[in-house]
């Protein structure tokens, strides 16, 4: 299991696979690419902070590691929020 660091745009699509323990679902991109293949994520440490903080287009930092289906298991994460939405 190598892990691995992204930095992502937010698709706008996300589902709630379990609520106990809280599993959410998102879908990705990379931004740093030439053809955006989506990439599929899955948390569920800190799930409901994550999902919480979540915006339309939101950056993310995501660290973690792939599962045997080619899903991206979000282990940390950080959201970058415009200095508009921290001043409020």
């Given at each position: ?6 930095t ?15 599993m959410?679902?998102?879908?990705v991109t990379?931004l ?5 293949m989506p990439?599929?994520c899955?948390?569920v ?6 999902f919480y903080?979540l ?13 045997t ?6 282990t ?13």
């Amino acid at each position: 299991m190598q892990s691995k660091n992204l930095t992502v745009k937010y698709l706008n699509k996300s589902k709630i696979l379990k609520l106990d323990p809280f599993m959410l679902y998102l879908q990705v991109t990379p931004l740093k690419a030439t053809e955006p293949m989506p990439i599929n994520c899955i948390i569920v440490k800190h799930a409901l902070t994550l999902f919480y903080q979540l915006q339309p287009d939101a950056q993310l930092a995501l660290y973690g590691h792939y599962n045997t289906r080619h899903q991206f298991v979000i282990t940390k994460f950080m959201v970058r929020s415009a200095v508009q939405t921290l001043a409020s």
